[in-house]
């Protein structure tokens, strides 16, 4: 009997031409869109150099600044009362001050200080960039005295960046992008499909079936189910090919979490259909109730360690969490069961719960 319903089901999929580009295509799409857009990585920053010392110096230092890959230099000043409207006409994300006595200091030995002046309206960034420009005036210092006739400076800092040397914000992005996508599609596609029933009042056609409860529930979930299935390999293959990203760790556990992670949104996109009575309403209720809440608790794009106490409680509720901290550690550390068993049994605890509610509440609405 379940057979058959799966056969409907995807017959009625093959006959909406609408639905199966948002199937295949879509999570492809989403994938280079979000891929080559969210990177959180600064560059070309408008940079304003405001030189109060007008040194051979002061000149070295703006050419090491405009050497660098991050900075773009929109102009030089030479008084601190030009700054600010200099900055709002120039559209400088950032002032860097040379102050008097820049050169005296590294020809005297003496470390100076530089005033760096940032746009705060975009935090983000204007960390990030504070930190690019410390380090190239910090090198430049550094590299001026050490060559002068004093001895040199004993400093030998020496770091290493594990699991992402690089500290390209794509590699940190893209296997969270296999979470979201794959929440987007098995959700919005699950409670559409079970209410479009509704709506069209073949829902009532199949009740007086033979079909039992079950039949009918697990009719609608496995085709979605198979197909959320195709999207995981589509997507893992997508950013191999497109982005070059390799899983450090294995694939078969990966694969089995992204199963386990399936489980959990197939339910709530049935836990959507039975509060929603048409597609509209499906639609926004998935959107407003579990994705929103999902993409912004779940440490997809804000770490969840900065929220504050009551709120980070909330996202222990969210399976899209611990998915997120599965497949960025397989991805990029390589871990393996015995660092992710826990997450993996958090996401199996969850998705029993949200599945057995949603399988109550849809046989008691089909009663």
């Known amino acids: ?10 017959r009625q999929l093959k006959r909406d031409k609408r639905m199966l580009p948002i199937v295949f295509l879509a999570p492809v799409f989403q994938l280079l869109l979000l891929g080559f857009a969210a990177n959180l990585d600064p560059q070309d920053i408008s940079l304003l150099i405001c030189d109060l010392d007008r040194t051979p110096q002061s000149l070295e230092l703006s050419q090491e600044i405009v050497a660098s890959e991050y900075f773009i230099p929109v102009g030089t000043i030479y008084t601190l009362a030009e700054i600010a409207p200099e900055m709002e006409r120039r559209k400088a994300s950032a002032t860097l001050i040379v102050p008097r006595g820049f050169g005296a200091d590294l020809e005297a030995g003496r470390y100076p200080d530089i005033p760096y002046l940032a746009d705060g309206s975009d935090s983000t960034t204007a960390a990030i960039a504070t930190g690019y420009a410390g380090n190239i005036v910090r090198r430049y210092g550094l590299k ?13 800092v020496r770091s290493r960046i594990f699991f ?9 992005m893209i296997p969270g992008l296999l979470a979201l996508v794959l929440m987007v ?10 209410v479009k029933e509704k709506e069209l009042g073949t829902m009532e056609q199949l009740i007086v079936t033979p079909l039992r409860t079950t039949d009918i529930i697990y009719g609608k979930l496995i085709p979605f189910a198979m197909i959320g299935v195709l999207d995981i390999l589509l997507i ?3 950013s191999r090919l497109i982005f070059g990203l390799e899983i450090a760790g294995s694939f078969l556990l990966l694969f089995a979490f992204s199963l386990l992670f399936l489980f959990n949104t197939l339910g709530l996109g049935l836990l959507v259909s039975t509060f929603s009575g048409n597609q509209q309403q499906a639609m926004m209720a998935s959107v407003l109730f579990v994705m929103l809440p999902m993409i912004i608790l779940s440490g997809f794009v804000f770490p969840v360690e900065n929220m504050p106490p009551p709120i980070r409680v909330l996202t222990y509720a ?16 390589g871990a393996g069961m015995a660092e992710l068993w826990d ?25």
């Not at 992402?164 to 940190?172: C, M």
């Not at 596609?189 to 079970?194: D, E, F, M």
């Not at 958090?346 to 009663?367: D, Q, V």
């Open 144 to 156: 001026y005295l050490n060559t002068g006739s004093f001895p040199p400076l004993r400093v030998d």
């Open 185 to 194: 599609i098995t959700l919005i596609l699950t409670s559409l499909a079970v």
């Open 318 to 333: 969210l399976p899209m969490r611990y998915y997120l901290t599965i497949v960025r550690g397989i991805y990029l550390k």
């Open 343 to 367: 997450e993996g049994l958090a996401m199996l605890i969850l998705g029993i719960i949200i599945t057995g509610i949603s399988l109550l509440r849809f046989r008691k609405r089909l009663e």
């Open 164 to 172: 992402n040397p690089a500290l390209v914000s794509r590699d940190f």
């Open 1 to 10: 009997m379940i057979g058959h319903m799966i056969k409907k089901e995807f």
């Open 236 to 238: 893992m293959a997508a």
